[in-house]
């Protein structure tokens, strides 16, 4: 009897799985390079679905709701990828406008590159920067610490480090220094891009 229902509970996982690959289905659309000095290349499709469903094929396991828990929703039902200057900008929003790029955007993101590898490291592996409408995530990995990091404006608030064995000593507080003073300024900047974004939000 047991032994049914584990395969129910089995049948019921692999459906959840399958579920979660459908929802997060998101693909990336057209757009108009700006006649600006910087250019923003858009990427072609993204097709979240196929890596997540590599994912799942490879028995990557994924943490499920417990009955009662508040299963949070995304905030963006769209997403824009544009690569600048090697780097790649999301932009996320409800309505095809809201991915739109604009010159502040790419100047912004530009900036952020360049002013972290002046101010922070020049040994770092960028990840997307990911604008919503409320908040920004960025994260990347650092290579001379072999140690990932996450800014965070919005809900997350701050700076976020994830490595293993990390030797403490000097080098690596004045580098923690340097992350934290240098993400007092990619959240000023990004918090100016996220309120100009929505000022420029057209009016139905």
Do not use: C
């Not at 690959?21 to 858009?42: F, K, M, Y």
């Not at 679905?49 to 995304?74: F, H, L, P």
């Amino acid at each position: 009897m047991s032994n049914t229902h584990q395969n129910r509970y089995d049948e019921i996982k692999d459906l959840l799985r399958k579920s979660r690959v459908i929802l997060e289905q998101s693909t990336i659309t057209e757009q108009a390079v700006n006649d600006s000095g910087r250019n923003a290349e858009v990427l072609g499709q993204r097709n979240i679905a196929k890596s997540i469903q590599d994912r799942i094929e490879n028995d990557v396991e994924y943490e499920t709701a417990e009955d009662g828990d508040d299963v949070e929703e995304s905030s963006a039902d769209r997403s824009q990828a544009y690569r600048i200057s090697g780097g790649v900008l999301v932009l996320h929003g409800k309505d095809l406008h809201d991915t739109d790029i604009s010159t502040d955007d790419k100047i912004a993101f530009q900036e952020t590159m360049d002013e972290f590898i002046e101010e922070v490291s020049d040994l770092v592996d960028f990840n997307e920067l990911n604008v919503y409408p409320n908040n920004v995530e960025w994260s990347g990995k650092i290579i001379d610490y072999d140690l990932d990091f996450t800014f965070s404006i919005g809900e997350s608030n701050g700076v976020y480090i994830d490595g293993d064995m990390i030797k403490v000593d000097e080098d690596f507080t004045e580098f923690i220094n340097k992350l934290r003073q240098y993400y007092e300024k990619f959240k000023a900047k990004w918090a100016r891009v996220i309120a100009s974004r929505k000022q420029t939000e057209p009016n139905d």
